[in-house]
């Protein structure tokens, strides 16, 4: 695994940032239920407004981690939602760097950016319901289902047919605890 540069985004790199979560997310995987499902990705059109507007909020970042060629291999958001508490969202890899541990390198530093920054003990992220693959690795990584849902917003998606059922499920965890710790 080759050593990544991590920094946080400003406003010059929201156009790069932008393509990279776009395609990140609307990649086809060979892996059932991890990247691609339900035409979701094909539908998928973030506004770069939303990268601005992240990169501009306060107590809310753009993290962008690059190679030792300063290429723009990953990426992933946060913000502090109270004393304690920080949301991990858009967590976003090149779609020719997958597979290679940059997804973890990337969640492992927005932890330690949250903790260093803002002083919060717990992160919080969500995924869709309808990805195993993609639930059991937010597991593996010390995440926690909190028994909670948020409601899919199937108005946006109105031409697709998708399951009653589909939402996000909330995860969270304590930060400055191992995987090993998490699971105790």
Same mark, same amino acid.
């Given at each position: 695994m080759n050593a990544l540069n991590f920094r946080v985004a400003t406003e010059e790199d929201a156009a790069q940032l932008h393509q990279?979560?776009?395609t990140a997310f609307r990649t086809t995987d060979s892996r059932k239920d991890w990247t691609d499902n339900l035409?979701?990705? /094909?539908?998928?059109?973030?506004h770069i407004q939303e990268i601005f507007d992240i990169i501009n909020k306060p107590e809310s970042v753009m993290l962008m981690a690059t190679n030792n060629q300063n290429t723009l291999v990953g990426a992933i958001g946060t913000s502090k939602r109270d004393a304690n508490y920080a949301r991990l969202f858009r967590?976003?890899?090149d779609t020719s760097q997958q597979r290679g541990g940059i997804g973890r390198q990337l969640l492992e530093y927005a932890e330690? /950016?949250? &903790? &260093?920054t803002w002083g919060v003990t717990i992160a919080g992220l969500d995924a869709l319901s309808c990805r195993p693959s993609l639930l059991s690795w937010y597991s593996r990584c010390g995440y926690k289902k909190t028994g909670e849902t948020t409601p899919f917003p199937c108005e946006k998606f109105a031409d697709l047919v998708l399951p009653d059922d589909l939402c996000f499920v909330e995860f969270e965890k304590v930060l400055g605890k191992t995987s090993a710790e998490q699971a105790a």
């Open positions: 990279l979560i776009e035409g979701l990705a /094909y539908d998928f059109h973030p967590l976003a890899v330690d /950016y949250c &903790q &260093q």
